[in-house]
């Protein structure tokens, strides 16, 4: 009975490590960090197309299907930008003074439970979750689920709908990113009501 006890003991321990392990991870994109430069994130991720200095922008129509002709190519891009094994509908990445900011990946809806399963996976339970039902135009509800992650280095959350039920998204946010638009938010909501 002891070496059950010790057995159960230690297999406690090692999936507590794990899950501490996998939960204490850094919020990265694609294991790029966030504050990361431009210029890095150029190097990295060469089918994206980028301004001189503040965003990078990638759509499989646009920027694999036009340049790669040959099928084993083109497949090789999409991999190259496959988002938790998933592809993404087109991914945004927006810099500042001090690096890489925010990263917004749209999602079809039909991969949120995988991508929210993987994401639990990685970074451990969600720090919030959220359900709400939406509506349409046409009156059909749809049940909407948010998962965010906050942590030291960042903030990610995955939504199944994210402004409206065609498409979700995952977004990673630096946590200065995350501070500046909570005060930007609670300026809006403190002048809401002046502006009725």
Same mark, same amino acid.
């Given at each position: 009975?002891?070496?059950?006890?010790?057995? =159960?003991?230690?297999? %406690?321990? =090692?999936?507590?490590?794990?899950?501490?392990?996998?939960?204490?991870?850094?919020?990265?994109?694609?294991?790029?960090?966030?504050?990361?430069?431009?210029? &890095?994130?150029?190097?990295? %991720?060469?089918?994206?197309?980028?301004?001189?200095?503040?965003?990078?922008?990638? &759509?499989?129509?646009?920027?694999?299907?036009?340049?790669?002709?040959?099928?084993?190519?083109?497949?090789?891009?999409?991999?190259?930008?496959?988002?938790? #094994?998933?592809?993404?509908?087109?991914? @945004? #990445?927006?810099?500042?003074?001090?690096?890489?900011?925010?990263?917004?990946?749209?999602?079809?809806?039909?991969? %949120?439970?995988?991508?929210?399963?993987?994401?639990?996976?990685?970074?451990?339970?969600?720090?919030?979750?959220?359900?709400?039902?939406?509506?349409?135009?046409?009156?059909?509800? %749809?049940?909407?689920?948010?998962?965010?992650?906050?942590?030291?280095?960042?903030?990610?959350?995955?939504?199944?709908?994210?402004?409206?039920?065609?498409?979700?998204?995952?977004?990673?946010?630096?946590?200065?990113? @995350?501070?500046?638009?909570?005060?930007?938010?609670?300026?809006?909501?403190?002048?809401?009501?002046?502006?009725?």
């Amino acid at each position: 009975m002891r070496h059950v006890c010790e057995r =159960i003991a230690l297999l %406690f321990v =090692i999936s507590w490590g794990a899950w501490a392990q996998s939960s204490s991870e850094d919020i990265m994109f694609k294991g790029f960090p966030l504050g990361g430069s431009i210029e &890095d994130f150029k190097q990295r %991720f060469p089918d994206f197309q980028c301004t001189a200095r503040s965003s990078c922008f990638f &759509d499989a129509k646009i920027h694999c299907i036009p340049r790669y002709r040959d099928t084993s190519e083109l497949l090789s891009c999409r991999k190259r930008n496959t988002y938790g #094994a998933v592809f993404p509908r087109s991914v @945004w #990445a927006y810099f500042g003074d001090s690096g890489l900011q925010r990263v917004t990946v749209s999602i079809s809806p039909t991969v %949120f439970e995988g991508l929210e399963r993987a994401l639990r996976e990685r970074y451990g339970p969600p720090s919030m979750e959220n359900r709400e039902t939406l509506q349409n135009r046409m009156g059909a509800t %749809f049940e909407n689920h948010r998962s965010t992650w906050v942590k030291p280095s960042g903030v990610l959350w995955i939504a199944k709908y994210a402004g409206s039920t065609e498409g979700g998204s995952v977004t990673i946010m630096s946590q200065e990113e @995350w501070d500046k638009n909570k005060q930007r938010e609670e300026q809006r909501r403190q002048s809401a009501p002046k502006d009725l």
